[in-house]
């Protein structure tokens, strides 16, 4: 691919999953720019690489987000690619999930990508050529998990804008696809005690639970020309749990 002259805007790339999509696509030779509401160490690392733009933002603000990719056009040109990669995970029955935290799904995981998208997709619509979005999902939104009905409202959305904007953007050879992991081994999955990370283990078929690097390959390949026909569809990354 020629990732030397893209431009990869990702959402929530200081730390876990999208950590480590960030390093993959610097490593690729891709021009990065992300945001989370605080930096980390690792963006401040990153900040010496030219190939890297970062500014603490908060997803859930539109404003912020408008300023966010001005200054990433600004840095690095018109995006290539758009990955929504930030979310949270609120797990608890919904009959006594507070107000709050649901407010607080909806509005990160789901309005910010709606937000965000609709940002970078007018930028990209201003200009011809090939353009390509992912959207971070996760099988929860596929299959549903006790606890997790408003998470996986979020999470089933995403998957639901992936297949509408590919019909709208499919003229415009702009490709939109989701990738919906399993259980990983990020912070996300921290609140597992030990007996549940076990049953996970041994309801997945590969006998393990899923690392990062395993969803990158995924978005590397969904980025390059090698996936040119493909669009509006949910690739599932779990290690065969959901089979």
Not at 12 to 27: A, F, M, P
Not at 41 to 60: I, K, P
């Amino acid at each position: 691919m020629d990732s030397e002259t893209r431009h990869i805007i990702i959402s929530g790339g200081s730390r876990g999953l999208g950590q480590t999509l960030v390093r993959g696509l610097l490593e690729a030779g891709f021009r990065v720019s992300t945001f989370s509401r605080s930096a980390t160490d690792f963006t401040r690392d990153a900040e010496s690489n030219a190939s890297f733009f970062f500014a603490e933002t908060d997803v859930s603000e539109p404003t912020q987000l408008d300023q966010f990719v001005t200054q990433a056009v600004e840095q690095f040109g018109r995006p290539f690619g758009l990955i929504n990669c930030a979310g949270i995970a609120w797990d608890g029955v919904l009959a006594t999930m507070p107000e709050s935290q649901i407010d607080q799904l909806l509005s990160i995981n789901l309005a910010g990508t709606l937000h965000l998208t609709r940002r970078v997709v007018r930028g990209m619509l201003l200009e011809q050529g090939d353009g390509v979005i992912l959207n971070i999902s996760s099988i929860i939104g596929i299959r549903g998990y006790r606890g997790l009905s408003a998470y996986a409202a979020t999470k089933a959305g995403m998957d639901g804008i992936t297949r509408a904007l590919a019909r709208e953007l499919g003229g415009r050879r702009i490709r939109v696809n989701s990738i919906a992991p399993g259980y990983l081994t990020t912070e996300m999955s921290h609140g597992l005690d030990d007996g549940q990370q076990d049953q996970i283990v041994k309801r997945t078929p590969l006998g393990r639970l899923g690392t990062p690097e395993d969803v990158l390959g995924p978005v590397l390949f969904l980025l390059s020309d090698a996936a040119k026909f493909i669009t509006g569809q949910v690739l599932v990354v779990d290690g065969g749990i959901t089979c």
